[in-house]
């Protein structure tokens, strides 16, 4: 039998695969599904801190997130560079820092996540950021689809771009966030990444897209959690859910000729 | 009448290059704009900035009355994006709150097919494609529409289409048109005013008094040739 800390866990990483879906769509149209990667060890050296001194990781790696967001936003805005250069660097020092601040022995958590149990607090407070998550989303939509295809015409539409850029950067990190725990600081943005490029392989239109992004993100997280409690206890789930997403990306190139 | 547009002394700078300096023009209703000149010469920056997409010095002044349309240069747009042409169409339609039966009707407007609409932006031609950019800047009944280009990279055919569906639309809707184009012979035929851009003086008045042989040479730094022709309709 499941106690309820499982199953709230469970939950939440179902709601979670959902959002990364969404966020992973946008973020491929967007050519920025990499940057989630890089944010997720943008995390690393709050993570570090709190194994560090002892307080919730969570908060630790929210705070460096978020930091992290900001800096990567407001250095691409001033210094006029692309956003893979800027990510590249805030990436590559994170990284040094995080492997400086964390203990040894909490090194592998910190990378690969841990399936642990959820008090109701850490529940609620997970389906609230992916409530925001999917709101936004969807409230901005059309604003994001107008401005990836062409921001001038965004702009001339009278989409605000630099704000909305913002606005989803910071979904992007939340939802980093909400797959760190489990999912560690290495392969949290896997979610954003391999049910999109799933999702885009099979189909070329929007709303299909967004759908089959969000299904092979919750059948990987669904099935993942499956194995690991039933078959193979030994290995992480947040693992084992990332190869089942990228079995999943495997299967999907057998469908030829891709969509366009 | 009072002019839609009016700019004075408008200079735009991009850090220490300056692009546009002491600009001074007018607009009336109805007019149909050319804008000419070399490559940076800064024609689709003045576009820009009477979009007021970037930072200017001077005055850009619409009239109140004006609603303007924007067509980009058609490789200013991604096209590998998972899109159909309904979707773009759609998503400007949420956004100004206009109901879904207006796509419909600038989709009929510009000949633009159910099937079309259904169609990837990325697998359209090239002519098709400036149709979808064109029924998106008819959304929302503008009455001024800037056009970067609009035959770049079409064939002639295709070319002949697109001016005979922006005639067409200025006489329906008595729009006022601003165009930037390469295409000297179009803008003889069909322009009211043009301005030219280049790196000297920029000048601005009648296609007779500008499409000068002496003018255009100054203009492009070169000597160019051009016909005079004239079609009765």
């Known amino acids: ?260 | 009448m009072a002019p839609i547009l009016s700019v004075r002394d408008l200079t735009i700078k991009f850090a220490n290059r300056t692009v546009i300096q002491h600009l001074t023009f007018e607009v009336n209703p109805g007019d149909n704009l050319a804008i000419i000149g070399p490559n940076g010469a800064g024609k689709t920056v003045l576009l820009h900035a009477l979009l007021s997409l970037l930072p200017y010095e001077g005055v850009i002044e619409w009239s109140p009355d004006a609603k303007l349309g924007y067509v980009p240069q058609k490789i200013a747009a991604d096209r590998q994006l998972p899109l159909h042409v309904n979707d773009l169409l759609a998503a400007k339609a949420r956004i100004l709150k206009l109901p879904a039966k207006n796509i419909r009707s600038v989709a009929d407007r510009v000949g633009l097919t159910a099937e079309l609409l259904k169609t990837s932006v990325g697998t359209l031609s090239g002519g098709e494609f400036q149709k979808a950019l064109i029924a998106f800047a008819l959304l929302g009944e503008p009455n001024v529409l800037l056009f970067d280009e609009p035959t770049a990279s079409l064939d002639e055919l295709a070319e002949e289409h697109i001016y005979e569906l922006l005639r067409d639309l200025q006489r329906e809707r008595h729009l006022t048109i601003l165009l930037v184009s390469h295409d000297l012979s179009v803008v003889y035929q069909s322009a009211t005013k043009v301005l030219c851009l280049s790196k000297g003086k920029p000048c601005f008045g009648p296609p007779r008094e500008i499409l000068t042989p002496e003018t255009l040479e100054t203009v492009y730094s070169a000597p160019l040739k051009f016909y005079e022709h004239h079609h009765d309709k």
């Open chain 1, 1 to 260: 039998m499941f106690h309820s800390g499982e199953i709230y866990a469970f939950v939440l990483a179902l709601l979670f695969a959902i959002a990364a879906g969404l966020v992973g769509s946008i973020a491929l149209m967007k050519r920025m599904l990499l940057a989630s990667d890089v944010i997720s060890h943008v995390a690393l050296p709050g993570l570090g801190l709190a194994f560090l001194l002892g307080f919730n990781p969570l908060i630790g790696g929210a705070a460096t997130l978020f930091l992290g967001t900001l800096l990567i936003w407001q250095l691409q805005k001033q210094t006029g560079l692309a956003t893979e250069a800027v990510i590249g660097v805030v990436f590559a020092g994170s990284v040094a820092i995080g492997a400086v601040l964390t203990p040894k022995e909490d090194l592998v958590e910190a990378l690969f996540g841990r399936f642990e149990d959820l008090s109701l607090l850490a529940f609620l407070l997970g389906v609230c950021a992916v409530f925001i998550i999917i709101l936004v989303v969807f409230r901005f939509k059309d604003e994001l689809i107008l401005g990836l295809f062409a921001p001038e015409l965004a702009a001339a539409t009278g989409v605000k771009l630099e704000r909305l850029n913002l606005y989803f950067l910071l979904v992007f990190s939340l939802s980093v966030l909400v797959g760190l725990r489990f999912l560690g600081a290495l392969l949290a943005g896997a979610l954003i990444i391999i049910p999109a490029t799933t999702g885009r392989r099979l189909t070329s239109d929007l709303s299909h897209f967004l759908v089959v992004s969000c299904l092979a993100s919750v059948v990987a997280v669904g099935s993942g959690f499956a194995v690991t409690h039933y078959l193979l206890p030994q290995f992480s789930p947040g693992a084992v859910i990332v190869i089942i997403s990228a079995a999943m990306f495997i299967l999907s190139l057998l469908k030829w000729p891709a969509s366009v």
